[in-house]
C-alpha cells in the first residue's frame, strides 16, 4: 500500500480512496498539468505479475479506444518499483451505491442517470466491448449531474462470438472457473459460464435502473447463492416500482431482465432513445401496465444455471432501504394526485437512536417499526436512513411526500442532545410545499412542542401555514422506550391517519 507522499512517475500520492479484491486506487496531483487524478494499482504477487500486468495493460487499451464524456477518461500507465498502475480521471461526487444506500431515486433523476448510463454502453459496444461489471458502484455522479461510468477492468473486446474463458466474481479476486461478474448484477448466461456478449450489460443495465427507481435490488438475497438462485429463476416484484413509473419503462425493464437473452433488446442504444423519449415528453403516466408477456422465462436456462450453482455455492462467500407497496389487495386512491398518499419514515441506524432492543439487534431502525405498524392503511411507505452526511433534501422534495414521520434526532450522531439545525434545513426546504411532518423523540409532547417552536420560530414567521404542518409526538406520552409493544403504535398510528384524512 501506498503512503501520501509516495511517487508514481510525476504524481504524488495524496491518500487512498478505495479498495477492493482486486486492487487500490489512490488520489494523487499530477505536478505537471496542477490537476489531482485517481491511481489504480492492482494487486499481484511476483508469480503472477504477467497476469496482472495483462488485464491492467488490457484494461489501458480498452479506455483508451474510449472517447465519451460519460466514461471515465484515461491518462496514463506508469510503473512504480517493478508494479503498473492506470492513471486515470479523477472524478468528483458519489458512486450510484452510495446514493441508493439512502433510497430510491425520484423517477425524473432515475432516469436521466439511466440515460447517460446508457449513453456510455452504447460508445462501449460501439467499439465491441462489453463492460460484464455494471453496478451501482462502478457508476459516479457528478454534482453537476454529469454521470461516468467507471471500472473496465473485466471489460471484453469482442472476439468473433468465441466464448470467454476468464471468470473470476468481483469480491472474491481472479480464480478460474469462477463466474465473473457482481452476483446481483450478472446475466444468467453470465452466471453459468456461458457465452457473454453486449446482452449482459444489458441485463445489468435493467438491475440498476430497477434499483434506482424501487431502492431494492431485482433480485435480492441474504448470500451469493440466494442472489444467483433468484436470477435463475424468480421474477422481480415488479408491484415496488412507483406509481409515477411511464408503463413504456416497466416494459423496457422487463424485455431488459430477460433471463433468455434472445428475447431482451438487442441495443442499448434503442434503450437510450426509449428513455429518451420518454424524458423529452416528460411523461409521468402512472396508469396500469397493461399486460406484456415475461420474456425469456426459459426453464432451460434456469435448469442448466440451477445445476451450476449448486456446484458454484460451495466455493462463493456471503455478499438498508426499501420502497415499500401499499397493503394487499387495497386499491383505494387519496390525494390530489389520484395516488396513494407517500409517508417517508426517516430515521437513523446509529446505536443511540434505536429504541427497541430487539429492532437495534435486527440491524434495523424506528422507521423498519413504524413502516411494519402503518402497514394495513392505503398508504405508499418509502424508508429513508439519515445521519450527520444525509444531503437527499432536493430527492424528497422530487418525491412530493404527503406526509414525513422523522426522528427529532436523526441527523446527530453521538450527541442526541446537539442543535438540531440539519432538521431545520430539510424543512425549511419543504417549507412552500403540502408536505406535513411528524417529528417523534423520546421526550414528551409538551417538551417536544416547546423545542420545535424554539428550533422552527423564524420559520413560522416567514411561512405562516407551516405551523399547521408539523406535528410533535411524544413518545413519553404514550409508554416506555419499547413503544411498539405499548398503546404507542395505535396512537401513532392514528394520528397518521388524522394528518392524512384516512377513514
Not at 505479475?49 to 474510449?66: D, H, N, P, Y
Not at 386499491?331 to 419514515?345: E, F, H, K, N, Y
Amino acid at each position: 500500500m501506498l503512503k501520501p507522499g509516495a511517487k508514481v512517475g510525476v504524481y504524488e500520492v495524496v491518500a487512498l480512496i478505495g479498495a477492493g479484491g482486486m486492487g487500490d486506487v489512490y488520489r494523487a496531483r499530477d505536478s505537471r498539468l496542477d490537476r489531482d487524478v485517481a491511481i489504480k494499482i492492482l494487486r499481484g504477487t511476483a508469480t503472477d505479475g504477467v497476469t496482472w500486468l495483462a488485464r491492467l495493460e488490457r484494461e489501458a487499451r480498452i479506455l483508451a479506444s474510449l472517447s465519451h464524456p460519460n466514461i471515465g477518461a484515461l491518462y496514463g500507465l506508469e510503473e512504480i518499483a517493478g508494479s503498473h498502475a492506470l492513471v486515470l480521471e479523477l472524478v468528483p461526487g458519489a458512486t450510484l451505491a452510495d446514493r441508493l444506500a439512502h433510497g430510491p431515486l425520484p423517477t425524473d433523476l432515475a432516469l436521466r442517470i439511466a440515460q447517460q448510463i446508457a449513453a456510455a454502453l452504447q460508445a462501449a459496444h460501439e467499439q465491441g466491448i462489453t463492460h460484464r461489471d455494471l453496478k451501482p458502484g462502478n457508476v459516479m455522479v457528478r454534482p453537476d449531474g454529469l454521470v461516468k461510468v467507471l471500472d473496465f477492468g473485466l471489460a471484453k473486446v469482442s472476439d468473433g462470438g468465441q466464448a470467454d474463458q476468464s471468470s473470476v466474481i468481483t469480491s472474491h479476486g481472479t480464480r478460474p472457473g469462477v463466474v465473473l461478474g457482481t452476483p446481483a448484477y450478472m446475466a444468467p448466461e453470465q452466471m453459468s459460464g456461458r457465452t457473454v456478449d453486449k446482452s449482459a450489460d444489458i441485463w445489468a443495465f435493467g438491475a440498476v435502473l430497477y434499483e434506482m427507481l424501487t431502492g431494492q435490488r431485482a433480485f435480492p438475497g441474504g448470500d451469493t447463492a440466494q442472489v444467483l438462485a433468484g436470477v435463475l429463476r424468480d421474477e422481480p416484484r415488479w408491484e415496488l416500482l412507483p406509481p409515477d413509473a411511464p408503463p413504456s419503462v416497466r416494459r423496457l425493464l422487463q424485455r431488459c431482465l430477460a433471463k433468455d437473452p434472445r428475447a431482451r433488446l438487442r441495443d442499448i442504444g434503442d434503450v437510450r432513445l426509449e428513455i429518451e423519449d420518454v424524458t423529452a415528453n416528460g411523461h409521468r403516466a402512472t396508469a396500469a401496465l397493461s399486460p406484456v408477456r415475461r420474456f425469456g422465462s426459459s426453464r432451460r436456462a434456469a435448469t442448466a444455471g440451477l445445476a451450476f450453482l449448486v456446484l458454484a455455492a460451495a466455493g462463493i462467500g456471503a455478499l438498508g432501504v426499501r420502497f415499500m407497496s401499499p397493503a394487499a389487495g387495497d386499491d383505494r386512491r387519496a390525494g390530489s394526485s389520484g395516488a396513494l398518499p407517500l409517508v417517508i419514515m426517516m430515521d437513523s441506524a446509529h446505536p443511540a437512536r434505536v429504541y427497541d432492543p430487539e429492532t437495534l439487534a435486527a440491524s434495523a431502525t424506528n422507521a423498519d417499526v413504524i413502516s411494519d405498524l402503518l402497514s394495513d392503511l392505503p398508504i405508499r411507505r418509502q424508508k429513508e436512513t439519515i445521519g450527520p452526511e444525509w444531503h437527499r433534501d432536493e430527492e424528497i422534495r422530487q418525491f412530493r411526500p404527503d406526509l414525513i414521520v422523522i426522528h427529532y434526532s436523526g441527523f446527530n450522531q453521538e450527541d442526541a442532545t446537539g442543535p438540531r439545525t440539519r432538521l431545520k434545513t430539510l424543512v425549511q426546504f419543504l417549507a412552500d410545499t403540502p408536505t406535513k411532518f411528524l417529528i417523534y423523540s423520546r421526550a414528551t409532547e409538551a417538551d417536544l412542542d416547546v423545542n420545535l417552536t424554539a428550533l422552527l420560530s423564524d420559520l413560522y414567521v416567514t411561512h405562516p401555514g407551516l405551523r399547521a404542518q408539523v406535528r410533535a409526538f411524544g413518545l413519553l406520552d404514550y409508554g416506555p422506550p419499547r413503544w411498539v409493544k405499548t398503546v404507542t403504535g395505535t396512537q401513532l398510528k392514528l394520528v397518521i391517519k388524522e394528518i392524512l384524512n384516512l377513514p
